[in-house]
């Protein structure tokens, strides 16, 4: 269960379920959505967004005095290696880790206008 919980007027909970794409990826012994070799657990902790949670992304929350220790660290896909922004993000105090695809780094942003995404 992934879900914000406050303010209490937005609270929100996301579907960790994706509607297949094509016949062919439709199953239903599909796995949910989870990070290899991550620990499962349950907290509840302050939101903390770290861009691309790179090491200069940590250090730069903390000279702006956010508060890492404690909170769940949300991140987008790229710049490293996913298993680098989940060592850091532990390494920095961090009890859980969020990582999305932002729409600005993938299909058609990424490419230009041009450049189709799947599926179409």
């Given amino acids: 269960r992934v879900a914000i919980t406050y303010p ?3 609270v929100f909970e996301a ?10 990826s ?8 989870f990070n290899g070799y991550s620990p499962s657990g349950n907290v509840t902790a302050p939101l903390v967004y770290a861009n ?11 000279v702006m ?4 220790n404690g909170s769940v660290v949300i991140t987008r896909y790229g710049s490293v290696f996913r298993g680098i922004k989940a060592m850091l993000a532990q390494m920095y105090g961090a009890v859980g880790l969020l990582i999305y695809s932002d ?18």
């Fill in 65 to 68: 005095g956010v508060q890492i």
């Fill in 8 to 10: 209490l007027d937005q």
């Fill in 103 to 120: 729409p600005i780094d993938d299909g058609m942003d990424a490419g230009g206008q041009d450049q189709q995404v799947y599926p179409e």
């Fill in 52 to 62: 691309y949670g790179t090491k200069e992304d940590f250090e730069r929350l903390l």
């Fill in 26 to 33: 439709n199953s239903t012994e599909s796995v949910p959505t």
């Fill in 15 to 24: 579907s960790l379920f994706e509607p297949p794409v094509d016949p062919t």
